[in-house]
């Protein structure tokens, strides 16, 4: 997979453990928020390393992208604190769930961004080779970061 790809496979797997947790438990299959939360924490925490190393860092030179990928950093930031806090909270009450709430949507929107505009202009940047190398180094990094966690 190329870093486009790998990205938008990322948003894909966080954006169905975000689903998970909609709605009411039907038979006993659908999972506590508390339970699925180490998992969104972890991928969220991988996923957003590795875009900062080997894609923001690239694109964030280009004068077309570097208000978009300012932009996505402090997002970034902003996520990541709200991870940081829910995991000190006393995870599933009333406090808690607001901040999910409010978690799932600046992630999604945001997503959605980086999948929209920014992919746009960075294909024009990052040409298919580049693409496919960003694509294998991020996997890595991805994994040496999860390993380490
Ligand atoms: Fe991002
Ligand atoms: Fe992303």
Redesign the pocket.
């Known amino acids: 997979m190329d870093i486009f790809q790998m990205?938008k496979s990322d948003h894909k797997k966080v954006k169905d453990l975000f689903k998970k947790m909609k709605g009411k438990p039907k038979g006993g299959t659908r999972e506590s928020p508390e339970d699925i939360f180490p998992e969104i924490d972890k991928e969220l925490h991988g996923?957003?390393e590795g875009?900062?190393k080997l894609f923001?860092s690239t694109l964030e030179k280009e004068d077309d992208l570097r208000e978009t990928i300012l932009k996505?950093y402090e997002?970034?930031g902003i996520a990541k604190k709200m991870l940081e806090d829910m995991d000190k909270m006393s995870k599933g009450d009333e406090k808690w769930m607001a901040k999910l709430s409010v978690l799932r949507d600046v992630v999604e929107r945001?997503?959605k961004d980086?999948e929209g505009d920014m992919f746009k202009k960075a294909r024009k940047v990052i040409k298919r080779d580049q693409a496919q190398e960003l694509g294998k180094r991020f996997e890595e990094e991805k994994k040496s970061i999860l390993q380490a966690v």
Request: glycine share 0%.
């Open positions: 990205i996923h957003m875009e900062e923001y996505n997002e970034h945001h997503m980086e």
